[in-house]
């Protein structure tokens, strides 16, 4: 649901991506109304206390008690806000992760200055993997293990079916990466040591930018990678044919 259009961010391609503008939006209007508020309430001030309407000084002060019920309504909207709607969203993306046979999973590993996305091939099942191995392999994948042999990896671009879920586990060779795909609303921390799942659906098949999103080092700027989301059936096929195959005895 959108409130209004007014943040002019880029079109949304994921199926939960309206619902973070939503709450984008419903944040950003209720600081400016905030502002606004606290503005006009400082030039009353200005204007009440003024020191010719008021030659002597008021020991008192304020008798009345609408500040006082303005506080309590402003924390009672920001209450509303975390607890009725960020709070129950953030619990459904980081609890609910899709299971099942549609699901997709990718591995995604950054380094300094790029990314390189893992795909478990035609098995379905991811080789092991080694921090070791990051010097011969830019997933540090092992090669030699049964489950590898099938895997697919692609440096600076990564692959992904419309309309079915992507589980991406997200992880950093040497510092502290972030990997942003802002059309789909998805930015996920990338740390050395851990692998972190993020999850969403895309909706638009098309071409876009991945980005870092933390500062990382002298070629922060320049970590781009792209994005391409096509038709589910497309992607069957170029996992399939695009794996490599198993040497052959011989
Ligand atoms: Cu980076």
Same mark, same amino acid.
């Given at each position: 649901?959108?409130?209004?259009?007014?943040?002019?961010?880029?079109?949304?391609?994921?199926?939960? $991506?309206?619902?973070?503008?939503?709450?984008?939006?419903? =944040?950003?209007?209720?600081? +400016?109304? #905030?502002? *606004? &508020?606290?503005? !006009?309430?400082?030039?009353?001030?200005?204007?009440?206390?003024?020191?010719?309407?008021?030659?002597?000084?008021?020991?008192?002060?304020?008798? $009345?008690?609408?500040?006082?019920?303005?506080?309590?309504? =402003?924390?009672?909207?920001? +209450?509303? #806000?975390? *607890? &009725?709607?960020? !709070?129950?969203?953030?619990?459904?993306?980081?609890?609910?992760?899709?299971?099942?046979?549609?699901?997709?999973?990718?591995?995604?590993?950054?380094?300094?200055?790029?990314?390189?996305?893992?795909?478990?091939?035609?098995?379905?099942?991811?080789?092991?993997?080694?921090?070791?191995?990051?010097?011969?392999?830019?997933?540090?994948?092992?090669?030699?293990?049964?489950?590898?042999?099938?895997?697919?990896?692609?440096?600076?671009?990564?692959?992904?079916?419309?309309?079915?879920?992507?589980?991406?586990?997200?992880?950093?060779?040497?510092?502290?990466?972030?990997?942003?795909?802002?059309?789909?609303?998805?930015?996920?921390?990338?740390?050395?040591?851990?692998?972190?799942?993020?999850?969403?659906?895309?909706?638009?098949?098309?071409?876009?930018?991945?980005?870092?999103?933390?500062?990382?080092?002298?070629?922060?700027?320049?970590?781009?990678?792209?994005?391409?989301?096509?038709?589910?059936?497309?992607?069957?096929?170029?996992?399939?044919?695009?794996?490599?195959?198993?040497?052959?005895?011989?």
């Amino acid at each position: 649901m959108r409130i209004l259009d007014f943040m002019l961010l880029p079109e949304v391609g994921s199926a939960h $991506g309206s619902t973070v503008d939503a709450m984008d939006e419903s =944040v950003h209007l209720f600081m +400016a109304a #905030l502002f *606004i &508020g606290w503005t !006009l309430f400082f030039l009353f001030c200005l204007w009440r206390f003024w020191h010719k309407r008021n030659p002597k000084a008021d020991y008192v002060g304020v008798r $009345g008690h609408a500040s006082t019920h303005v506080e309590v309504g =402003v924390v009672i909207i920001e +209450a509303i #806000l975390l *607890i &009725g709607f960020a !709070l129950p969203f953030w619990a459904q993306r980081v609890e609910a992760f899709p299971v099942g046979p549609d699901v997709v999973r990718i591995r995604a590993v950054a380094y300094q200055f790029g990314w390189a996305f893992h795909y478990p091939g035609p098995d379905g099942n991811f080789g092991r993997v080694d921090r070791d191995l990051y010097v011969t392999d830019p997933a540090g994948l092992d090669r030699e293990d049964p489950n590898g042999l099938d895997d697919i990896i692609q440096v600076g671009s990564l692959t992904m079916p419309k309309d079915r879920p992507v589980v991406i586990d997200v992880t950093s060779k040497d510092v502290i990466h972030n990997l942003s795909m802002v059309p789909l609303r998805v930015s996920q921390d990338a740390i050395p040591g851990t692998e972190y799942p993020t999850w969403f659906t895309p909706t638009k098949t098309g071409e876009w930018d991945i980005i870092c999103g933390q500062l990382c080092g002298a070629g922060h700027g320049s970590m781009r990678a792209l994005y391409t989301v096509i038709e589910g059936d497309d992607f069957d096929k170029g996992v399939i044919e695009n794996a490599p195959k198993p040497p052959t005895e011989g």
